[in-house]
């Protein structure tokens, strides 16, 4: 009898309910059994903000050190917190098909930004969504924060924080879409490189496991996130930088950037099309021309003290 895979996850109520998603279809598709692991990562034992311990890394090297060692045969990050550069031993085996990447507004009563009063406190753990919050209302008070999503509703609840701005993918996946009161279009907040998509990894060297694998990931889903992460990695910018960027197609890719001054006076956005198979390309261009119109002093400012990695979002 064949043993089931082991799946390697984070321990939140997030990436335990992503990962089981995953499970089953990897099952349903392939008929492999497989069976989750829970890791605690340096990032989740910590309280102290992401920006001080590292980063989205400090979830992502937790999983791959017990991938490496061989106690797990394969992780599911959520993909923007995967660093933009290859990870030794290691591959991108599959990228299921993408949720909604959009981002979220959580407030009290049923209020949209535009009902909140003026020096609303909105919490937020990136200086992308705190960034471009600013550019629709510069008398908001973005208010870092970590924990769960359900940690972080409780805060509107209780009146610690007028709103809170989380990924609709993450909301979805644990049965809270009811605390959505907005919806953020692409032309308000573009998401982050990645968000609302899985990644899942394997050993670079498991060429068997890596062809099981293939059968839960989605092509379009693939190009979209590598066209983003990569005009990620041309702006030379991380999790700590305020920068946002949605790509979407089949065949064809359209690719959507934007880089904001940390206050949200100023943003440059670029956009630019192109066949799927060039989608790495196609973000080194699109940063190419953010850069030339002066992105680099925008994103080697990142903001400090909040990161888009948060554990629940």
């Known amino acids: 009898m064949t043993a089931p895979l082991r799946l390697g996850t984070r321990k939140s109520p997030m990436a335990m309910a992503q990962s089981l ?5 990897i099952t349903e598709q392939s008929g492999r059994a497989v069976e989750l692991v829970g890791i605690s990562t340096y990032g989740d034992a910590s309280a102290a903000q992401l920006a001080q311990i590292g980063g989205t890394g400090v979830f992502v090297s937790g999983l791959r050190a017990r991938l490496l060692a061989g106690e797990v045969d394969l992780a599911v990050h959520s993909l923007k917190d995967l660093p933009t550069g290859p990870a030794a031993g290691i591959m991108l085996a599959a990228v299921p098909p993408r949720d909604d990447p959009s981002d979220v507004l959580a407030a009290r009563d049923g209020a949209k930004l535009a009902d909140l009063p003026a020096g609303a406190r909105i919490g937020t753990g990136s200086p992308r969504r705190a960034a ?3 550019m629709l209302r510069r008398d908001l008070v973005p208010v870092p924060v970590r924990g769960n999503a359900g940690t972080r509703l409780a805060k ?3 009146g ?3 709103a809170v701005v989380l990924a609709y993918a993450g909301l979805a996946r644990i049965g809270r879409l009811d605390a959505v009161t907005q919806i953020f279009g692409p032309d308000e907040m573009l998401p982050a490189p990645g968000q609302g998509a899985l990644a899942v990894e394997c050993l670079a060297g498991r060429a068997d496991l890596a062809s099981l694998l293939a059968c839960v990931d989605d092509p379009a889903s ?4 590598t066209a983003e992460r990569s005009l990620l990695a041309a702006l030379q910018a991380g999790c700590l930088a305020p920068v946002g960027a949605y790509a979407a197609g089949t065949n064809v890719v359209r690719l959507d950037g934007v880089v904001v001054a940390a206050d949200g006076g100023t ?3 670029g956009s630019a099309s192109g066949p799927a198979a060039e989608a790495e390309r196609l973000g080194r261009q699109v940063a190419a021309d953010l850069l030339r119109r002066g992105a680099g002093r925008y994103t080697a400012v990142s903001g400090g003290h909040i990161s888009d990695g948060d554990d629940e979002r």
Do not use: F, H, K, P
């Open 156 to 158: 509107v609840a209780s």
């Open 160 to 162: 610690e924080l007028d």
């Open 267 to 269: 943003s440059l956005r």
């Open 21 to 25: 998603g995953v499970a089953r279809a």
């Open 222 to 225: 693939r190009a979209a996130t």
């Open 132 to 134: 471009q919050l600013l």
